[in-house]
């Protein structure tokens, strides 16, 4: 298996250390997290699992991510390859298990420590004048009522066709997103999350309790266009609730 | 917005394939001759590229090794064919890790899908890849067009190649296998025990199936095997099994194991290749799981230790829906959208368990992994298959009563979801058409037959990548639907709430509860009242129909009054569109909401009435009824905001757990969008939301119910149509058939003469001498002339008294009484079923006295006076001999006890077999036994089903989230298997027409049309004949209508091993021994969209047979093509365009509209609308382009029709029952476009009864007005049903004027005799007025439009009794005493 050169996303050494002090293991909401990595590697060390496996092989094979090289790849302004550690991070840190499958599943993403995205987050905000991040992204889905297509088009993930109906479809990867950080970049266009398994990871990701705290003002003065409240509420039945 | 679309970036994929296989070496087949790139223009706006289903292209799998000529490895060239795109990426990957390794050879590989083959330029490619490669690689190609193709192109070099392998495929590209000594070329022919293993088992999915087993199994005991074969044998199982294994790893070793073994280059490099990395064959996969589970109590044990699950998912309550994946997508790694799915069903907090197979029967694995083996009981709620396919035999060779016995056993709601398979996604989104045929064949008809429902297309596919990606809209509406359907089966009956929904068609108050055939309002009591008994909360339900129906409309107030519905919800604007997500894009059409539909100026008004948990409301109409222009000019409109704040009511404010469209049929499913395979912004599926649908079908219409399945959702439960009765005689009729017998009797007595000629007066009152040719009175007959008049009258009343009719409307929950069947059963037994080993009766009784029954249908068609009476003797013989029988197994209230019982005791005393018995007293007392006997244990089968009672228990079924059974729609008579209703009804495997049976009738029909016309026009064979195709008749008939323009042209239809028809070839023109005949043909919209294949087929066939190098006067599609090319300035082959439709997502030419309406001007009004919504045709050479505008080759097409023709399809619809028939009706039309002005023949074809018909149109108009408007039995028997009743009647009289406006064949007498039925009669006028005073009144008015143009003389006395009435009727619904 691949996966000894990566490291636990939790290990001191991938953090600036201004982070260092909401180390997961010293947090309350950590508990559950500390757990599961042991869990993860206790399975995948019997790794006969055919998925395991698999996933492993499809999965690319490069250099470890780290906090480091992101915020070195957004100072030298390369989003490109900013935005494929953001992922790759993003993996890293949803543990072992998503590590051998390559991807993050939805419910991973519960156990990702606060510090970890507000640090991807705050270093897409620090390099792009505040207009990149998952904070950037939340608070655009929400003013679209929290509906992905609207928030696609508005991001730029999507764009129309020249169909008699007003349609959209996704833009395809990676040629036709922009990165770069022009007048013409729509906000809130990077960092991409990819909707090829739906959106339920992206979902997750802006709804993690991470981006709640310094928003409860904002959610109120959202958009109050006609029948949000009808809306957001509707929704909010349905919003998975992976809070424990 | 702007700036993104304009961007730079916004390059389409398909455009930045072509660039890069610009690059490539092969460029230069891409340019294509002349008549490609007009097509190519023509279609652009459609599709782009070459007009075909598919614009990617192989070059995206092609991966050259680097040039490095050092290395000197040998070159291994591999070319492969698949059906899907999964094996891509993982195949690519292997690949270039080979070329990374640099050891023993590099790889050169390139990829072919199936569909991809339709492209000239791309096949070319293709043979010039073949002619060079070293290893060919096939995998289900079960599409036989391109079958052919791939086999002729590799058949060819298959001696030279290194290696063929091809898995599980059609069997002539099976035997192309060749590895070393081994080889299938014997396949289907050896008796080697090798081949037996193919063939054990021939029905089902057996050969694929039996081909998976023996990788299973054939390995362990190969490997034991010393010799070379064996070895070969070996290599194959191998290979197949890292096929099936998939995995780049997998296929890595695969191509090392045939390059190392069968590569001449690489014979002594002496390659290592592991063994097959072996996945489970079927199990349970989860993506979060450590491995496949074998097991579903490990699987479930492992769900329940999920740590990163949350309380929802952990509640024993949540919902459990099962997931039957393909391996072949989880192995292969392709499993993007599966995975989405998984998550966003645990998200909605449901639980999964989702199942894959790698066979081709998931039958076996979802019995095994979704019940539980303890208590028989399903693990889950709702059952999603993601593969598309039928749940046994995939796209190769079905077995639905399997699947269905499968199903049974899970009883769960039962969702096909389609991944997009020969499509990419932006070809999907641009298509008006969707869906593409072969895909809605496969993947959307066939799992129809196991009762599938929801073809929901959740995921697209990549063009480069070849990766499946999630449609997350499409994901999300997918999920939360099967979510909702499974709550059906976990709810309590007392808080499921449900929408009731009833139409209101046309838009008239006089309409409410409009459905065919169907008591409505007395059908939704009953159901209600059932309901109440099985535990819903019903409360507050009236206590009679009508009190139902006073509720609901305000009947009793308003029935004099303007209409005024009652109002259940008012919903202000603003809390529609925060509601209604799409409500925006319907401004274009209705303006800002809340418009003047459904509305009071300031709210939208939900009208209905709830009762406790259940809404029964009124379904908003289309809304441009009114508005002739609109229809004039609207290819396509939008439901108006009223008709979206209706469903938004439902779904979002009542809080509907399901809803009931109540009847055939609304306006839901019609909304514009595509065809099949909706997408986020086709109508049907916005309304419809995520609410399930369930909808009570007339049986008789499968076509329709179609259509609501795939577009809305439905799940269809089919209801009986009211059983039919013999239209028996009246009035004149009466006394001529009392004359007849008695000249029978007495005309050797001297009295002949006389009586003749009380009969021919008497005829001509009767208006029968427009039928029968009536001596001018007085004339002097031998005693053959007057035998031969009386015949031909006898026989003339003899047809209209036997006509089956449906008498009065049905009411769900009350089947018909056994001897209320005894018509229906008549007539099922006038039909031989050979195949069954049953002989008709009338065929039987007609042996006995040493007669042909064929004989005696063509002497009494001529008149022939003998023949006429032995007819009827056999008919009434029959009548009798199964009234006595039904007599016997019925109780005294007329209800069948136990018919298999009864019958049982029956048989036991042959003496004692009451149709033996009753036969006795009759000339054929010497019928034959056995035969009688076989034909009435049929017969009693049938009995039973027809009086079954299921449409309630179903309908319960579907609410407590069961599985509702599936059953084909259809005729009852031709097709018992309809019964006993209650079913999903379904229609079928559109590949499987025209049957060898349905060519053969159709012939028959042909040949007497051709004589008809022959005779009626100089013994001259029209040169073209503009016809109708049908849905529901192509259903029920298995092809008949599409067989006989196939016979008109003289080609006939090539099945293909599978009996699947996807060719044709030509008759010659010796054996034709006539010109082929030209046709125009307009498809209904309903056979677009069910049929679209044939379409493509007949197409195909009209450009081949005008590409027939043959003389003008015997190929007359030749002819006119040629002229037409010369005159447009086209090819001939884009000339011979005579397939034509409605725009895709438009239906009707709308004719019938403008005329219930009374909304059109003139005749060339109605005429330049049916040209402007039918000129649509479909192109085989450009098939992914859909409907194109073809307007002036159509009109120029039907200015050479010489005659016009339809076909009835079945006993209860006929000519004036529905609008449909006259609002495709081209006669005066064509008259109108033909240079000479002449009007041509109109025929109509009746294959209802076992003699086929064929008939003038006017001739059919009077049968029909004789058998139902004027007939005293069917309009007392539709007064019967009250309101309902009022607007049958009606309705056939509207019909009747469309006939008029449209073909100009209504006699006068049609409608001075409904004038005197109707209005004349002083008794009847008020039974009519007080029962339903709006249809009453749409009755005079249209009485005066009649008249007023030009279609009914009639004396001024009868026109101002009617104009008094008039404003009579009108004053007092307006509420004004007078």
Known sequence: MATASLQSPHHPHLYHCRHRRHFPSTTTSSSSSSIFPTLSLSSSSSSTSTTATLA???????????????????????????????????????????????????????????????????????????????????RIWKKARRDFTRFFIKVGWMRRLETEVEQYTYRSFPGEFIWELGDGTPEGHLPLTNALRGTQLLGSILTHLAFEVEEEEEEESAEKEEGEKDVSSSMRLFKPDYSF | MASLVSSPFTLPCSKAEQLSSLSHKKLLCSFLPSRRAASRFRCAVATGGNGLFTQTKPEVRRIIPDAEPASGLPRVKVVYVVLEAQYQSSLSAAVRALNADRQHASFEVVGYLVEELRD????????????????????????????????????????RMDAVLVFPSMPEVMRLNKLGSFSMSQLGQSKSSFFQLFKRKKTGAGFAESMLKLVRTLPKVLKYLPSDKAQDARLYILSLQFWLGGSPENLKNFLKMIAGNYVPALRGAKIDYDDPVLFLDNGIWHPMAPAMYDDVKEYLNWYGTRRDANAKLKDPNSPVIGLVLQRSHIVTGDDAHYVAVIMELEARGAKVIPIFAGGLDFSGPAERHLVNPVNGRPFVHAVVSLTGFALVGGPARQD??????????????YIVALPLVFQTTEEWLNSTLGLHPIQVALQVALPELDGGMEPIVFSGRDGKTGKSHALHKRVEQLCTRAIRWAELKRKSKGEKKIAITVFSFPPDKGNVGTAAYLNVFSSIFSVLRELEHSGYNVAGLPETADGLIEDAIHDKEAKFSSPSLNVAYRMSVREYQSLTTYAAALEENWGKPPGNLNSDGENLLVYGKQYGNVFIGVQPTFGYEGDPMRLLFSKSASPHHGFAAYYSFVEKIFGADAVLHFGTHGSLEFMPGKQVGMSDVCYPDSLIGNIPNIYYYAANNPSEATIAKRRSYANTISYLTPPAENAGLYKGLKQLSELISSYQSLKDSGRGPQIVSSIISTAKQCNLDKDVSLPVEGEQLSVKERDLVVGKVYSKIMEIESRLLPCGLHVIGEPPSAMEAVATLVNIAALDRLEDGIYSMPGILAQTVGRQIEDVYWGSDKGILEDVELLRQITEASRGAITAFVEKTTNKKGQVVDVAEKLSSILGFSLAEPWVLYLSKTKFSRADRDKLRALF???????????????????????????????????????????????????????????AAAMQSAKVVVDRLLARQKADNDGKYPETVALVLWGTDNIKTYGESLAQVLWMIGVRPVA???????????????????????????????????????????????????????????????????????????????????????????????????????????????????????SFAFDSDSPGAGMTERRKIFEMALS????????????????????????????????????DGKRPGAYIADTTTANAQVRTLAETVRLDARTKLLNPKWY???????????????????????????????????????????????????????????????????????????????????????????????????????
């Open chain 2, 1276 to 1378: 007392e028997g539709m007064l019967a049903s009250g309101y309902e009743g009022v607007r049958e009647i009606e309705k056939r009289l509207t019909n009747t004027v469309g006939w008029s406006a449209t073909s100009g064949q209504v006699d006068n007498w049609v409608y001075e005799e409904s004038n005197t039925t109707f209005i004349k009669d002083e008794e009847m006028l008020k039974r009519l007025m007080q029962r339903n005073p709006n249809s009453f009144r749409k009755m005079v008015q249209t009485f005066l439009e009649a008249s007023g143009r030009g279609y009914w003389e009639t004396s001024e006395e009868n026109l101002e009794r009617l104009r008094q009435l008039y404003s009579e009727v009108e004053d007092r619904i307006e509420g004004i005493d007078r």
């Open chain 2, 400 to 413: 639905h009563p399997r699947a269905i016995e499968a199903l049974r056993k899970l009883d769960v709601p």
């Open chain 2, 1200 to 1235: 050479t029709a010489d005659a016009t023709f339809q076909n009835l399809d079945s006993s209860e619809i006929s000519l004036t029952d529905v609008s449909h028939y006259f609002d495709s009706d081209p006669t005066n039309m064509v008259q109108s476009l033909r240079r």
């Open chain 2, 120 to 159: 000239d330029s791309t096949y070319q490619t293709f043979c010039e890849d073949v002619a060079d490669t070293n290893v060919f690689i096939g995998s289900l190609i079960f599409v036989e067009e391109l079958a052919v193709k791939v086999k002729e192109a590799v058949e060819k070099e298959r001696d």
């Open chain 1, 56 to 138: 492993a092989i499809l999965a690319p094979v490069t250099s470890s991510p780290t906090f480091d090289a992101l915020a070195g790849l957004l100072a030298a302004k390369d989003f490109q390859q900013a935005d494929e550690v953001t992922r790759r991070l993003l993996i890293a840190l949803a543990g072992e298990a998503a590590e051998k499958r390559g991807y993050v599943y939805f419910s991973e993403v519960q156990f990702i420590a606060h510090a970890d995205l507000q640090a991807i987050d705050t270093l897409w905000l620090r390099h792009s004048a505040g207009r990149f991040g998952y904070s950037v992204q939340r």
């Open chain 2, 937 to 995: 244990q049929f017969l009693g089968e049938c009995l039973k089903l027809v009086v079954a009672d299921n449409e309630l228990a179903s309908l319960k079924q579907a609410l407590q989230g069961s599985y509702v059974e599936p059953g084909p729609g259809g005729d009852p008579i031709r097709n018992p298997k309809v019964l006993p209703t209650g079913k999903n009804i379904h229609a079928l495997d559109p590949q499987a027409i025209p049957t």
């Open chain 2, 1056 to 1174: 293909d091993t599978f009996g699947r028809v996807n060719r044709v070839e030509p008759v010659s023109l010796e054996e034709l021994s006539r010109p082929r005949i030209d046709v125009v043909v307009n498809c209904s919209g309903v056979f677009r969209d069910l049929f679209i294949n044939q379409m493509n087929l007949l197409d195909r066939a009209v450009k081949m047979v005008a590409e027939l190098e043959e003389p003008a006067e015997q190929n007359y599609v030749r002819k006119h093509a040629v002229e037409q090319a010369a005159e447009l300035g086209v090819r001939v082959r884009e000339a011979a365009t005579r397939v034509f439709s409605n725009a895709s997502g438009s239906y009707s030419s709308n004719v019938n509209l403008a005329v219930e309406n009374s909304s059109w001007n003139d005749e060339r009004q109605l005429q330049d609308m049916y040209l402007s919504r039918k």
